[in-house]
């Protein structure tokens, strides 16, 4: 390439943020001071969350997400710091289980034999145990042992529900919490406020997980302390029987309801639980299904499915999600759109109102700050959407290249000044 290739291709790219699949404008701007008109070609961000997609937008969607916990758990971004100080639980509900599956045990083995001797052979002459103890790379992770003895479907409409589940089970921690303070239901809110985030997180068996962080507050503003008897104990008891009582009824007229593993944490026990609550929950909110480029998107048919994912567990519940779309009952829960989430339509993120910021508020803010150190004229202009991608097909590789190296020259400066802090 000549100087002047090499001058537009790193053009084109530091245009676009270092985006891997930059959204192409095209249209005119005019120079709001001296009148002029350019015809431009812009390219944006493409602002996607998956990292698989876009390791650069991502990143700043991860940012956001951390920044979105945190200040719900510590104030900040025009969250008042006194929610630091109100009860505030970090909780993990898990999905049933459809069949065991390869997994690595507290113990550090997979699934143990029980004691009587006619359950070591599953019905389809396979057995029922595994003693191996598994590395955290090993592919047969989350597959079942016995794929005939897994209920593919009951795990797709399970996912297909949590978030109906969900929805009740904070219904139903709400009811709980004003019955325990005797007030009625209805009067709670002139007592206290019961504000959450929640991150769904898909597991290795294609089950969908629930963390979510939990906070109470005073009446009518998040600013005012909850009365004395709502405790961190008490919210972790009604919790868990909520959790224990909770069920979502399925459009065949079965139930679902939640697994027997709960975990509860008091954030207010240590300090440094916040931040790694925040990275924790962060660190989901750019991940795919299972982390593939091929789970990223929706699939447009069923061979699409059968030539693309290469995993036969979560090629069957895709398969199984999309071939449910076909009967009756199941139609209303659009399962073929959501066939590359194992049938989980829910939002990846969601929150409570007054819980903290939004998004919204933090691209706005970052948008408001980046305007301020504009030094040239102001310009205005009128675009319509001409595409994707770059001209150049080497940009996008150049890209992520750009992206790499500036966040190791971030997390290197930020490493540098921690080191200068603790010396002082």
Not at 154 to 164: D, I, M, P, Q
Not at 260 to 289: C, E, H, M
Not at 330 to 352: D, M, P, V
């Amino acid at each position: 390439m000549n100087t002047e290739e090499r001058t537009h291709l790193v053009h084109e790219v530091e245009q676009a943020g270092n985006c891997s699949h930059p959204i192409r404008l095209r249209g005119e701007t005019v120079n709001v001071a001296t009148g002029e008109i350019t015809q431009s070609v812009l390219r944006v961000a493409c602002k996607d969350r998956r990292h698989v997609v876009c390791p650069s937008c991502s990143y700043l969607y991860k940012a956001d997400a951390w920044i979105l916990v945190s200040s719900g758990l510590v104030g900040g971004k025009g969250t008042p710091e006194l929610v630091g100080t109100h009860p505030r639980l970090f909780v993990t509900m898990t999905a049933p289980s459809f069949g065991a599956v390869h997994t690595i045990s507290d113990r550090g083995g997979c699934v143990s034999r029980r004691s009587d001797p006619s359950t070591w052979i599953c019905p389809h002459g396979r057995p029922a145990f595994c003693r191996q103890c598994h590395s955290a790379e090993d592919l047969r992770l989350g597959r079942p042992l016995c794929a005939e003895c897994f209920d593919f479907e009951g795990a797709v409409l399970w996912n297909a529900h949590a978030s109906r589940l969900w929805s009740n089970t904070v219904q139903l921690i709400r009811r709980s919490l004003a019955d325990a303070g005797g007030v009625a239901q209805s009067k709670f809110k002139e007592v206290a406020q019961l504000h959450y985030l929640k991150v769904a997180e898909v597991q290795r068996r294609g089950l969908v997980h629930v963390h979510c962080v939990v906070r109470v507050d005073g009446p009518e503003s998040i600013d005012v302390d909850p009365p004395a008897w709502l405790s961190a104990g008490l919210l972790a008891t009604v919790i868990r029987d909520s959790v224990g009582r909770a069920s979502a009824p399925r459009l065949d007229g079965r139930a679902v309801h939640w697994g027997r593993v709960l975990d509860i944490r008091d954030l207010a026990l240590t300090a440094d639980d916040a931040k790694k609550v925040a990275s924790y929950v962060a660190k989901y909110s750019t991940k795919t299904t299972d982390g593939s480029r091929e789970l990223a998107r929706r699939f447009h048919s069923r061979r699409q499915i059968e030539e693309l994912v290469d995993n036969p567990h979560a090629k069957k519940l895709a398969l199984t999600s999309w071939d449910l779309a076909e009967r009756p009952e199941f139609e209303r829960l659009h399962l073929r759109r959501h066939a590359n989430a194992f049938g989980y339509t829910g939002q990846l993120i969601t929150k409570s109102r007054e819980y903290s910021t939004t998004f919204a508020a933090l691209r706005s803010a970052r948008s408001d700050f980046m305007a301020s150190r504009r030094i040239a004229d102001p310009v205005e202009g009128t675009f319509h959407y001409e595409g994707r991608g770059y001209d150049d097909p080497r940009a996008a590789e150049l890209a992520e290249i750009f992206f790499t190296m500036q966040r190791e020259l971030r997390e290197e400066a930020a490493a540098a000044r921690l080191a200068s802090r603790e010396s002082l």
